[in-house]
């Protein structure tokens, strides 16, 4: 029996644990929303999103279900879900978040600080 905002009602088409352990065919199981678990011939799983954003259908790798839930799957991929509808693709937003990150790790160390490092770590090998 399906009743609204019941506990125990389990939505029809989702997957289930039980089902994400027993996945051992390779292709995709869809979760719904375009949320797929996949499944490679070596059987390794990982979280994969499809979506629509001008034209194309891209999709977005998500995690290995090793190290990504089924419910942060079902969390992440709401989220790149808000993106899309405020018109925003979520794999460029994660680029430039990556790149605004290692860019911030290269201004960690100056030049100068480098190459005095580096002075200071070949002139033992010289004497």
């Not at 680029?95 to 070949?122: G, M, P, Q, S």
Request: hydrophobic letters at 40%.
């Amino acid at each position: 029996m399906y009743r609204k905002g019941s506990k125990d009602v389990r939505e029809f088409g989702r997957l289930a644990a039980t089902k994400i352990a027993a996945s051992k065919e390779p292709g995709r199981y869809c979760d719904g929303d375009g949320l797929y678990l996949q499944v490679s011939r070596w059987q390794t799983k990982a979280w994969l999103l499809k979506y629509q954003l001008a034209g194309r259908s891209p999709e977005m790798g998500l995690g290995s279900l090793n190290d990504v839930s089924l419910k942060q799957a079902r969390e992440k991929a709401r989220a790149a879900r808000a993106m899309l509808i405020d018109g925003d693709d979520p794999i460029d937003a994660r680029t430039a978040k990556k790149e605004a990150l290692r860019a911030e790790n290269a201004k960690r160390v100056t030049f100068k600080e480098a190459a005095e490092k580096y002075i200071a770590a070949h002139q033992a090998g010289t004497a």
